[in-house]
């Protein structure tokens, strides 16, 4: 192949009237265009220089000059020894910016290696221009991501001509294109990198080892608008770090409330190490709590809608109780009894009325000490309201228990939706148990069991997932509301399950600290 192209490359030369005595006058690039072409190849020149001087300052005593070419020929760099400057390269005005062109430069190993695509040495009379056998040339063509960049070649003295020199430019250019390829794939993935970064919904913010903010993506720059030198100087994250880099505590999921001056956003923040510092990630969840509390005050009004015509029946009672009495004193039938029994009455209405605003408040969290026992006695007359309607028997057991952390108004909410649902599922004259006991120190379990049909096998195995029900105008959302109270807001566990004989079982299991 090389022989065929050579002898071609000849017979142009003389169709280009070129003399082999007569040193050519080679076309040059302007300054401004070198130095764009060099700007373009800037990262690739570096790392050739970097290989190319290790070779050469191994080679020392060896005379070899190197030049360097973009993918048409020009010349954008070259180094090497002083004598082979002095010698040739003045002498035929070889420098950065010379364009080899075959009507130029005739037969020569730079054009051959770019034409070919493989390595190519000319050694003495192989070139077609006199001066030049004298010297020997090797020409390696540069490979990035298989398309040829350029060329790296070697001059050398005739006298010096070793194959060797070939086998070892090869090895070099070999080295340089592994890191240029290298290079190419970690830019590719730093773009990809960026490019995620840029458009991800998760809030990235990167510190050094000293906790200086280096760099946020626009997601995090939304959350918290304002960004500061260090992340000391916000005041929730920085407590975290703090947490996270002098402790060494595991910072996962961790909820925080972060202000703005557009609104609060609430986000689970994840602490890892990155490089030598820091990265931190924010999941913002605003819209999610939003919609969260949706949904539980969506399935507050819908116990309520159940619970309105038990609680009216409840009230009428004490009602008619009142009016009888406002009738007798009417008709001078006064007794001394009257305005205690009266005022029993009216305590009952005000708290049926306020057990029943227990649905209405709004869904904030406000964790305290209480007794489970007391909450489920406190929500008696709800819970009785459900059953009236079906003659359904409600009883308690309780058992000596300590005191948990809770939310109870979220509870009552559980304990209201559990019952509602097993009044739905049993018949006329059933029963339901509620259970509340300690089985171990570190937890309590308050049961819900009821007589029922229980749940079938395909519900059973996807309970808590929404708009799954067995009730042809529910919505599933009531289970999946009292999981999450029960699991995230208070670290328990509801377990779902039906009983032998008959009847569904609620297991919630809360931790006791």
């Known amino acids: 192949m090389l022989d ?9 030369c003389l169709e280009y009237k070129l003399d082999p005595n007569v040193i050519p006058a080679f076309t040059r690039l302007s300054n401004e265009e070198l130095a764009r072409i060099q700007g373009e190849y800037k990262e690739r020149l570096h790392i050739i220089r970097l290989f190319m001087d290790k070779f050469l300052d191994k080679s020392k005593g060896i005379p070899l000059l190197v030049a360097v070419t973009d993918d048409k020929g020009n010349i954008i760099e070259y180094m090497g020894d002083e004598s082979l400057e002095d010698t040739v390269v003045n002498q035929i005005g070889l420098q950065k910016g010379v364009r080899f062109t075959e009507e130029k430069a005739g037969v020569n190993s730079i054009l051959a290696a770019l034409e070919l695509k493989m390595p190519v040495q000319m050694i003495g009379d192989d070139h077609f221009y006199h001066f030049l056998h004298l010297t020997a040339c090797y020409s390696v063509p540069l490979f990035l991501q298989e398309k040829v960049i350029g060329t790296i070649s070697m001059m050398t003295f005739l006298h010096v001509a070793n194959p060797m020199i070939m086998a070892s430019l090869e090895t070099v250019v070999d080295s340089i294109e592994r890191e240029l390829d290298l290079r190419e794939r970690n830019r590719y993935l730093d773009e990809m990198n960026q490019m995620i970064l840029e458009q991800s919904k998760t809030g990235y913010i990167v510190l050094d080892e000293s906790g200086n903010i280096v760099k946020v993506n626009p997601k995090a720059q939304a959350i918290l608008d304002k960004i500061p030198h260090s992340i000391s100087e916000m005041e929730q994250l920085g407590e975290v770090h703090e947490r996270y880099e002098k402790n060494g505590e595991e910072i996962q999921d961790y909820k925080v409330i972060l202000q703005n001056d557009a609104e609060n956003r609430t986000c689970l923040v994840n602490f890892f190490p990155f490089q030598e510092g820091t990265l931190i990630q924010l999941h913002d969840i605003t819209e999610y709590k939003k919609t969260e509390s949706y949904i539980q005050n969506a399935e507050k009004l819908s116990i309520i809608g159940h619970l309105a015509a038990g609680v009216a029946h409840e009230i009428k009672n004490p009602l008619t109780t009142l ?6 004193v009417q008709e001078n039938r006064y007794n001394d009894t009257y305005p205690a029994i009266m005022l029993n009455e009216i305590e009952r209405i005000d708290q049926i009325t306020n057990e029943f605003l227990v649905l209405s408040r709004p869904t904030v969290q406000a964790k305290d000490w209480y007794d489970v026992r007391e909450l489920v006695k406190e929500i008696g007359v ?25 939310d109870a108004n979220q509870l009552k909410q559980v304990f209201i939706n559990l019952v509602k649902n097993s009044v739905e599922a049993v018949g006329h004259n059933g029963r339901i148990d509620i259970t509340v006991e300690s089985p171990n120190p570190e937890s309590i379990l308050i049961r819900f069991m009821d007589d029922g049909d229980g749940f079938p096998e395909h519900i059973l195995k996807r309970t808590g997932q929404p708009f799954l029900t067995t009730k042809e105008d529910g919505n599933g959302l009531g289970i999946m509301v009292c999981k999450r109270i029960v699991e995230t807001i208070h670290n328990g566990e509801m377990i779902i399950y039906n009983k032998q004989g008959g009847g569904a079982i609620v297991d919630i299991i809360l931790p006791q600290t």
Do not use: M, W
């Open 4 to 12: 065929n192209y050579i002898a071609e490359v000849r017979t142009r």
């Open 323 to 328: 009016k009888g009495f406002v009738q007798l």
């Open 382 to 406: 709800l819970l009785s309201s459900f059953a009236i309607s079906k003659n359904i028997e409600i009883t308690h057991s309780f058992k000596d228990i300590e005191p948990i952390y809770c």
